[in-house]
């Protein structure tokens, strides 16, 4: 069953990095935590609910599947260093 989660794996990985980043920088910018937190949780099941349906159907799609999603990872993840580095 997982083997069909494996072309997806690095994109599950980095994008559960990015999405601890993009957390951060809520706490940061003073967003309410627990609103955060339940936002996240939400997106959280949403994608999964996503992923473990639409697997399937799109599995032909994976390296390019890959290629944007690893790609809009590494665009927020420059977005919101520039930001805490500028101060923003």
């Known amino acids: ?17 990015e999405n601890l980043v993009l957390s951060s920088q809520g ?3 003073g967003v309410n935590p627990v609103k955060l937190g339940v936002a996240s949780i939400v997106c959280v ?9 639409a697997t399937g159907m799109f599995i032909q ?3 390019l599947i890959d290629f944007i999603g690893g790609l809009a990872i590494f665009i927020l993840g420059a977005q ?9």
């Open 1 to 17: 069953m997982l083997e069909q989660y494996l072309p997806f794996l690095g994109l599950i990985i980095f994008g559960n990095i």
């Open 27 to 29: 706490v940061v910018a």
């Open 45 to 53: 099941c949403i994608w999964l609910f996503i992923g473990t349906f």
């Open 61 to 63: 799609y994976a390296p």
């Open 80 to 88: 919101s260093m520039i930001e805490s580095i500028r101060g923003d």
